[in-house]
């Protein structure tokens, strides 16, 4: 374990990366979340990249505040936000059986275009926007974008798939050269979620929604 600097107070998700906890910080007391990458000399990211991310500074993304390696682990720490994600409220929507305010749902989208603006002008692409990864704060109308850990400086070469497979665009499903507009398909899918409820993978087979996917 690499938590010097943070106690970890709970752990909220494991994955093939490594583990996500919920801490706070030892020094100001702050409550933070800090990922620890798992096997560093074997995964993708790159310090380089890693400091490109840490200049992202907008009101509507996840801050990463810090990062540090210890034991071949990567530890990557990021500002809490404290009101869930737009997974939990889709959850909570079915649950009731009643949809999500299509006001709260504009304030929410205008908040995330803002936010992937300016990191495409920063030449950062997300790769893998989805309900999950839109945090809520408190008050529940302010969203912030998080997870850039899988998202890469645009370069020459995006070839390699990333994301999660019901939010890919089309061009992302076909391996081919992509590009910031992958990120307005993948936002496309999140407002469509928002809306109705139910992923368009839903209402139709998966295969042949993917099929359409492909050749549209």
Request: glycine fraction near 6%.
């Given at each position: 374990m690499v938590l010097q600097r943070y106690r970890a107070k709970q752990e909220l998700g494991?994955?093939?990366?490594?583990?996500?906890?919920?801490?706070?910080?030892?020094r100001d007391k702050k409550t933070y979340v800090v990922k620890v990458v798992d096997n560093l000399r074997e995964n993708n990211l790159k310090v380089q990249e890693i400091r490109v991310m840490m200049h992202l500074k907008h009101r509507n993304i996840i801050e990463m505040c810090d990062f540090y390696t210890s034991n071949n682990q990567l530890?990557?720490?990021?500002?809490?936000?404290?009101?869930?994600?737009?997974?939990?409220?889709?959850?909570?929507?079915?649950?009731?059986?009643?949809?999500?305010?299509?006001?709260?749902?504009?304030?929410?989208?205008?908040?995330?275009?803002?936010?992937?603006?300016?990191?495409?002008?920063e030449q950062v692409i997300h790769r893998d926007i989805k309900p999950s990864n839109i945090f809520l704060m408190a008050d529940g109308r302010t969203v912030k974008v998080g997870d850039f850990g899988i998202s890469k400086?645009?370069?020459?070469?995006?070839?390699?798939?990333?994301?999660?497979?019901?939010?890919?665009?089309?061009?992302?499903?076909?391996?081919q050269d992509y590009s910031n507009k992958a990120d307005i398909w993948s936002l496309g899918c999140v407002l469509f979620e928002l809306l109705t409820l139910n992923h368009p993978t839903y209402e139709?087979?998966?295969?042949?929604?993917?099929?359409?996917?492909?050749?549209?």
């Amino acid at each position: 374990m690499v938590l010097q600097r943070y106690r970890a107070k709970q752990e909220l998700g494991k994955g093939s990366f490594g583990t996500v906890y919920l801490t706070e910080g030892r020094r100001d007391k702050k409550t933070y979340v800090v990922k620890v990458v798992d096997n560093l000399r074997e995964n993708n990211l790159k310090v380089q990249e890693i400091r490109v991310m840490m200049h992202l500074k907008h009101r509507n993304i996840i801050e990463m505040c810090d990062f540090y390696t210890s034991n071949n682990q990567l530890c990557i720490v990021m500002d809490y936000a404290d009101g869930g994600d737009l997974r939990n409220e889709i959850i909570k929507a079915r649950g009731a059986k009643q949809h999500i305010n299509e006001e709260i749902i504009t304030l929410w989208l205008i908040q995330v275009c803002e936010a992937l603006d300016y990191a495409h002008q920063e030449q950062v692409i997300h790769r893998d926007i989805k309900p999950s990864n839109i945090f809520l704060m408190a008050d529940g109308r302010t969203v912030k974008v998080g997870d850039f850990g899988i998202s890469k400086v645009l370069d020459a070469e995006l070839e390699k798939r990333v994301g999660t497979k019901r939010y890919m665009a089309p061009e992302v499903y076909n391996k081919q050269d992509y590009s910031n507009k992958a990120d307005i398909w993948s936002l496309g899918c999140v407002l469509f979620e928002l809306l109705t409820l139910n992923h368009p993978t839903y209402e139709k087979d998966k295969r042949i929604w993917f099929e359409w996917v492909i050749t549209h």
